[in-house]
């Protein structure tokens, strides 16, 4: 007899999923997490700032709000095993971060305010720090999740008891959420470590609380061994 599936059912498997991945790949979640909230509640400083300053704030948050919104939504389809969803999202992250690298590294803030139609991926990563790295991840991503190609079909199937079964908003896929949440560690620490740039370059805005802080997920990423 063929067995009704609601979605009700569904979301609660997610819930039943995001609860075991979270707890076998804690230090990894948790490295996302420590990042992701660092900016989040960071203080920047309020009231009237000089108009260069107030115009390259604007901008780079801007970017940063976009990326750490869609290394959220990423985080927790990939905790639900929904790995080509997951990076579909993080690919978005990728490319607001990788631009938002540019602008602070070039002091383009003017450029980025006013014309940010210029601003395109494939050219700016040639000319920003750690560039080929960004350019490859970016590739796998586009691969694996943003476009019908075979990888992302496949990647819409995991393996369980020797058959392929297809995601249905969720699947218990531990090596692939694994390999997820590392990438989702790089981005989220290449979030924190371009921010640090930035306000090392305007120390008005932050205390020297969140650039020792950021200093020392520099150091546990090693540890994680993404």
Known sequence: MHTYISLDKIFGLQ??????????????????????????????????????????LRVVQSYQN????????????????????????????VEDLAMMSYVVNTNSYRAAAHRPKRLKFGTIVKKIPSGKEIAALHG??????CHTTPTRLKNNHF????????????????????KTLGEIDRASLYMLRILRLFYSQNPTLVSDEFLTKVDKMNCKIDDLKV
Not at 79 to 90: K, N, R
Not at 140 to 145: E, H
Request: hydrophobic fraction near 40%; charge should be negative.
């Open 140 to 145: 796998r991503l586009s691969d694996s999740a």
């Open 15 to 56: 819930d039943q999923v995001f609860d075991r991945i979270r707890h076998e790949y804690s230090d990894r979640y948790k490295f996302a997490a420590d990042c992701i909230e660092l900016v989040i509640n960071t203080r920047v400083t309020e009231g009237k700032l000089p108009s260069e300053i107030g115009q390259a």
């Open 159 to 178: 393996k369980i008891g020797g058959e392929w079964l297809p995601r249905p908003g969720v699947a218990y896929d531990p090596e692939g959420s694994r």
């Open 66 to 93: 976009d990326a750490f919104s869609a290394l959220i939504c990423s985080l927790k389809l990939c905790l639900y095993g929904c790995i080509a969803d997951s990076s579909m999202l993080l690919r978005i992250a």
